[in-house]
Structures are given as C-alpha cells and as structure tokens.
C-alpha cells in the first residue's frame, strides 16, 4: 500500500468492517570492518583459510500440510489473488506495460533444459552455499522490493525473520517499511541493504543511509542503476496506485471484505517509509515523506558515483541491474565485489532481455573475479539452478516472496523458502550433480543465450 495512503484509509476501512573463484570478503573472527577500514574484495591466502561460519539451518522438507495445499509457489499466486484486496494483488502481480517483460522472463527460464546423467547421485545433495565469505543456506536470497507492505501489512518484517531463521540473504530496499536498524535486529546474520539513488546536496540522503548501514551491520551493500527514469505500470494505474495517491471506493471495499488483510492493516497500520523521515524534517506522515522522498530519488547511479560509495564502503559492494558484460566489467573495474544480472523483475520495461539469457555472458566476462548472481523471474528451485548452472552464484526472487505473502501471510516467506530449497535440492540430485559446484558442467540448451 502506497505510503501517501494516509490516515484517511484506516478509518475508512474500519468504518466499512464489522520477498574462477568469486571476489570474496572473509571476516576473521567475525568481526565487521567500519567505514573507515577497507576490507580487500580479493581472497588472501589466509583468509581463504579463515573458517567460515556454517549455516544453521537444518535441511528439512516443507511443512506437511502447507506442501498439501500449496505445492509450489503459482499455487500460493493463484490462492494470494482470492485472498488480498485486488488493488494489492495487482501491485504484487504486475509490471511495466502489458507485463511482457514478466511472460519473457519466465518463457526464457522455462526455455533452459538441463541434460542428466544418471547412476551418479545416491543421495540429495546439499545446497548450502558461500557468499562473500559467509555461509547461506541456500543460494536463494529475497530480492529488495520497494512497499511489500501494500502486499501484506507487516511485510518487511515477516520477509526479515524468514530469511534469518532459515539461513538465506535478504535484501532490503531502500523503501521498506521497517528501519535499517530494525531490520538488522531482526536478520542481523543475512542483512544486505540496497540503495536508490539520492544525489541532492552531494549525496547528504544517500551517504547517511550507507552510514546507517555500516553502523547496523549490513553485510553488503546492492547499488541500483536500473531505474534511470520514472515508468507507468499500467495495472497499478488501472486500480489507482497512482502519484499522488488517491483512495478509491474500490480499494476501501476491498479491503473491508478481505478480514486477514484487514486485520494485520488494522495490527500493523498505514505503511510508511520509515527510513526518509528524519531526513524530511521528522515528520512521519506518509504523503509528506513521499513528497520529499520524490523531490530526493533523481535517477541512477553513474559509473562516477558507484566509485565513490565504493571508497566509502569497506565491505562487500554489488551493482544491480547488469545485462551487459561491458557494464560487469566496468563494475568490476572499480572494485564492485559482484553483479547482480536483473531487469528489474520486468517491471521498469518490457523491451529488456531476459536475465537469464544474459547471464552466461556476464559469467564470462567477471565469473573468476566477481559474484555473479540473478535475479528477474525466479519462481522455483528449479529456476534457482538453471541459473547456477549458467553460472550464477545465487540467485533472488521478489514476487514469488510477494505471493507467499498475498497467500499466507506472516507464514508465507518461509514456506516459500522451504519450497525452493527443497525444489533446488531435488533438481540437482535429478540432474546427477552431487553439489552446487557441479552444476555448471550439466550439459545444457539454452536456446535464448545472449551473445554481443
């Protein structure tokens, strides 16, 4: 739900009802470096010999009953459209234009096959993964979504305390609706931060908040350079998530005869964006921090300041929004730890390749020296090691987290979690690798790579 919802909402709707070898940083001894201590992306010799902390996650299969009724993640899509108000299933669901960059995502992940070789793999394998010197879970991370609150009031929390207790990476966006500091309390082991753009006054917004992230423990920091311009997202218009916000009839009934999402509305309030309101003068009213929030946010990064918010961050560092091997390579060249292959989940426009299909010659150009990972229509497990085996590190979801949410509420980012996980494991034993690292020897068709 757009911040600019207002107090208005909450009365009205109470009225009407009775988620080579990579350049990797190792911490000796757990300790995070400060600002003002840079650590070396490269692997040292001793460093490389550093334990790295195990996960803690215990492999295990999805809950029972959950599994019984929700499968896999479209069964959580289909049961999150009945069980959300539209407009918020339509802000979940939808992307730029007609949704063609979504359906092309999708098409260009299912257009992956993957040739097994069999009497190879007795057992499932593991999937616990290393990430810039930390140990996951899993290669599966929760990519950073701007407002999952108007998916589920609550969200950023609920999406926080499923990835610490399950052991994978989340990413907050800069637009969440918890703070920096509160999201490192609730994740502190698997806290990313991600970062707009906000170049006022020298960049005053954006450096404090790297600032604030330093001082919380963020364990990376995701720079994104995919959203140069604003875009219109034609379904959040069609059910009037427009700027400024406007509360519609619609919106107001919706939520009235949607008594789950009513009542974490009612538990959790208005979603805000917490984050800008100091900055706004500490007012925390939804349409004034927008406001400042819109006068702030102008474009994206440029090549530039990349470079100077690497000088100021002294752990690892990635860019999002590469389909280019010359723009990993640029990243790379100034001292980006990793990549991260998106277009943004197709929802900025839909002329955008598919990231899969970039994936391979991203790889290429940065695998040995950086992180590669993807993100951009990722539904399944099976989706996760199709893009291990083109040679990503990890891969990020974002609207199948969304759906789990739409259709489970606080319970629905980890179930989505175990579902993936268990969905990974399956396909690699399917496919005979017996670990994460023998993916990328699966003979493979991908018949919508990229070259340039």
């Known amino acids: 739900m757009p911040a600019a919802m207002g107090r208005g909402f909450l009365a009205a709707t109470a009225r009407c009802w009775p988620s080579g070898r990579p350049r990797t940083a190792i911490f000796e001894g757990g300790r995070r470096p400060g600002m003002n201590e840079r650590v070396s992306s490269a692997v040292t010799p001793a460093a490389a010999a550093a334990p790295v902390a195990a996960s803690n996650a215990p492999i295990k299969p999805p809950d029972p009953d ?25 802000y979940m669901d939808g992307g730029a234009g007609i949704d063609g960059g979504i359906k092309r995502n999708w098409d260009a992940l299912d257009a992956v096959e993957l040739v097994p070789r069999y009497g190879v793999m007795p ?65 502190p082991d698997v806290f990313w931060f991600q970062l707009y753009r906000f170049a006022n006054n020298n960049h005053a917004v954006g450096y404090d908040l790297v600032r604030r992230a330093d001082e919380a423990g963020a364990q990376v920091l995701m720079l994104t350079l995919d959203v140069p311009v604003r875009t219109t997202r034609s379904r959040e218009v069609a059910v009037g998530i427009t700027n400024p916000f406007r509360i519609n009839a619609r919106m107001v009934l919706g939520t009235a005869l949607s008594p789950g999402y009513l009542r974490a509305f009612l538990t959790h309030g208005i979603p805000r964006f917490v984050n800008f309101a100091s900055y706004a003068g500490g007012n925390t009213d939804p349409a004034t921090v927008s406001k400042f929030m819109r006068s702030e946010q102008r474009g994206a990064f440029t090549w530039d300041e990349v470079a100077r918010y690497r000088d100021r961050w002294k752990r690892p560092l990635v860019v999002k929004g590469i389909l280019h091997p010359a723009d990993a390579e640029k990243a790379v060249s100034l001292g980006c730890d990793g990549v991260v292959v998106s277009n943004h989940g197709g929802r900025q426009i839909e002329a955008l390749p598919a990231p899969i299909d970039a994936l391979p010659a991203v790889t290429a150009a940065v695998g040995d020296r950086a992180t590669v990972l993807m993100d951009s229509g990722i539904r399944s497990g099976l989706d996760v090691i199709r893009a291990i085996a083109l040679g990503a ?45 023998e993916a990328p020897a699966v003979e493979r068709r991908h018949p919508g790579a990229l070259s340039y």
Request: charged share 15%; no cysteine; proline share 7%.
């Open 393 to 437: 590190h990890a891969a990020f979801a974002g609207k199948a987290f969304l759906w789990g949410l739409g259709a489970l509420g606080q319970q629905g980012p980890g179930h989505v979690i175990d579902l993936m996980v268990d969905e990974a494991r399956a396909a690699l034993g399917q496919i005979g690798a017996a670990s994460l690292a």
């Open 66 to 90: 959950l599994m019984r009724r929700f499968p896999t993640v479209h069964h959580l899509r289909a049961h999150a459209r009945r069980h959300v108000p539209h407009f918020a299933f339509e």
């Open 123 to 187: 057992t499932l394998p593991s999937v616990d993964v290393e990430l810039f010197g930390r140990r996951y879970a899993a290669p599966i991370g929760i990519a950073p979504m701007g407002g999952p609150s108007t998916v589920w009031p609550g969200a950023d929390a609920h999406l926080a305390k499923a990835a610490q207790r399950l052991r994978i990476p989340y990413a907050m966006s800069t637009v969440a609706g918890i703070t920096i500091e509160r999201a490192a309390e609730l994740a």
